[in-house]
């Protein structure tokens, strides 16, 4: 009706950060706690970025091609950190303060699996500085013999049929 008085809302890009990964790795590094620097930092991936102002947000968004074994569980952190923090942060996380993740994956079996599917990302980040920020993607393992395979399956199957490469991407917008 005439009433209604809608404003847009705007919200300007600033710059575009992209990176893609498609080596295969495997990450089995245990971690039983918060401490992300014992997580494996997929640093393939891996993004510094200055932020052009205090106020940015930061979209997150991105395909990470891993899989993970269903016994024990694997975990997902997305971090960041800049020179005004002691430490990384947790991006978006869990409300158990006793280990924090943004996501967490399994397969339903333990057997050698050409199965996998990605997993999606669509966060955002205001860090509120204009340091660099760097930008990680750390996997952990509640077990060291259930490891992450990270743009492979289980298997590591290669052949065209059921196999074959895969990628993993995230791009990381700056907004005003």
Known sequence: GSGANLTGITQAVKKIYSKRDGARHVASNQVQDNNYGNMWDWSNMQQVITP????????????LNISHYGSYEGYVTITYQHSGLSGETAVVSNSQTNFRRTHRGNLYSDSGSTMMSPVPLDLIIAPGTTNAVTFRIRLATSSSSYPWHVNRDGSNTTNTSDGGGVLSSWTITELD
Request: glycine share 8%; no cysteine.
């Open 52 to 63: 052009q102002s205090a106020t940015s947000q930061f979209h997150i968004t991105g395909s």
